[in-house]
């Protein structure tokens, strides 16, 4: 995500900097590689973190030679990554000390959203550095949404990501049920897209992956436990029940296990295929 991000930034006429602990990253996405995190903070008035979870990015912030020791005031740091919001707000009093805005900024609309520009953002902290970065957001996203203090957008995706694993895993325990049963998939998928079983996975990932397109690129099964398991720990710090984790945490966490860990999440319809005795949505009969 970061470096669709980071080429849709450079696509606008913008000249983003990027540092990885790959440092080909950087350049594969058509950005200036900077050789160390000190050097893009110190180049930079906004820096953007794309990263996998909130170990990597309280590391990037407080380690060794990382954001919050070479910051300077009145610069901003933006977190796109789905983070724990207990850790976000944390970052966010530690960075406020030096002066230094964080927003945490929860993206939805996967990597097609990314490479076309219209993603969904949920923000939280400060209102007006969020509108000081329109220039910005508005070129990798169609709407941003200002959700309320620090911590509030990851606390925003993790509630959305949670119902999008919910559906991801539903719809792939339906669809396997319907291949084994028969029915045309096509056909039945329009009537799901019809009628009061409609998800978002059946109307923008299923078509895709009945043709055997799916849809590379977008979150691994890995990130989608990881975020699965943020959610959990986030309801039992609100003191929710949380009745409704038990299936999708079972069924990513059977693909994991099956090998589909770091393929896309949506793979987790071949993962029940294998435990329902080899079924495909795609091809010849199961």
């Given amino acids: 995500m970061g470096g669709r991000i980071a080429r849709r930034i450079a696509a606008a006429g913008h000249r983003p900097i990027g540092h990885d602990v790959d440092p080909r990253r950087a350049a594969a996405a058509g950005v200036e590689p900077a050789p160390a995190l000190a050097t893009l903070v110190e180049r ?41 919001p207990s850790s976000t707000a944390r970052l966010h009093a530690a960075l406020g000390e030096r002066e230094v805005e964080l927003i945490d900024a929860g993206i939805s609309g996967g990597a097609r959203g990314a490479e076309q520009g219209t993603l969904t953002i949920m923000a939280g902290g400060s209102e007006s550095a969020l509108r000081s970065l329109k220039w910005l957001f508005d070129t990798f996203s169609a709407a941003v949404h200002h959700m309320g203090p620090s911590g509030a957008g990851h606390t925003a995706k993790l509630l959305n990501n949670f119902l999008n694993g919910v559906s991801l895993a539903a719809t792939a325990e339906v669809m396997v049920a319907a291949r084994r049963a028969g029915l045309d998939l096509a056909r ?23 043709r055997g397109d799916y849809l590379e690129g977008g979150l691994t099964g890995r990130l989608m436990m990881k975020d699965l398991l943020l959610y959990v720990g986030l309801l039992r710090e609100l003191g929710v029940p949380s009745l409704n984790a038990a299936g999708p945490v079972a069924t990513f966490g059977l693909a994991n296990e099956l090998g589909y860990a770091d393929q896309i999440s949506n793979r987790v319809v071949d993962a029940l295929g294998d435990v329902a005795g080899g079924v495909r949505l795609h091809g010849g009969t199961p």
């Fill in 44 to 84: 930079s008035d906004v820096v953007l973190l794309s990263l996998p979870d909130s170990a990597a990015v309280e590391s990037v912030v407080l380690g060794d030679g990382g954001i919050l020791a070479s910051c300077r005031s009145g610069q901003v740091v933006v977190d796109l990554s789905t983070s724990a």
């Fill in 188 to 210: 039945f998928l329009d009537v799901v897209n019809h009628s009061s079983g409609v998800t978002f996975a059946s109307l923008n990932r299923f078509p895709s992956i009945i």
